[in-house]
């Protein structure tokens, strides 16, 4: 049974910054969706465990950063400059397939996911 353990999110205020963790059962490349309210999951980051390569969404690129530490299997996502619109519910989510980067994008490509952490951006 594959666990994915993520960090607790928080409320941090318009420019801050917070850092979420997501601890795996073992070896995967990982990323990162949300989900905000009325709206379907979006994806917002990805990174290959095979060579370590990232993917971001157009809107977080340059603000977040995703990260890895394969002797933890876990993965990081650092979030700064953060903006209202951050606001939502993360996801992490894990694959034991090395994808085309691209493709990493989209949901179906992961097997298994976290149960989600709350992040609020307050203005």
């Known amino acids: 049974q594959v666990q994915l353990v993520e960090s607790a999110g928080g409320l941090v205020q318009v420019g801050g910054s917070l850092r979420l963790s997501c601890a795996a059962s073992g070896p995967y490349s990982m990323a990162w969706f949300r989900q905000a309210p009325g709206k379907e999951r979006e994806f917002v980051a990805a990174i290959r465990r095979a060579d370590g390569h990232t993917y971001y969404a157009g809107d977080v690129k340059g603000r977040f950063t995703i990260s890895r530490d394969n002797a933890k299997n876990t993965a990081y996502l650092q979030m700064n400059n953060l903006a209202p619109e951050d606001t939502a519910v993360y996801y992490c989510?894990?694959?034991?397939?090395?994808?085309?980067?691209?493709?990493?994008?989209?949901?179906?490509?992961?097997?298994?996911w976290g149960q989600g952490t709350q992040v609020a951006v307050s203005s």
């Open positions: 989510a894990a694959t034991s397939r090395n994808w085309n980067l691209s493709s990493m994008s989209q949901r179906q490509r992961y097997d298994y």
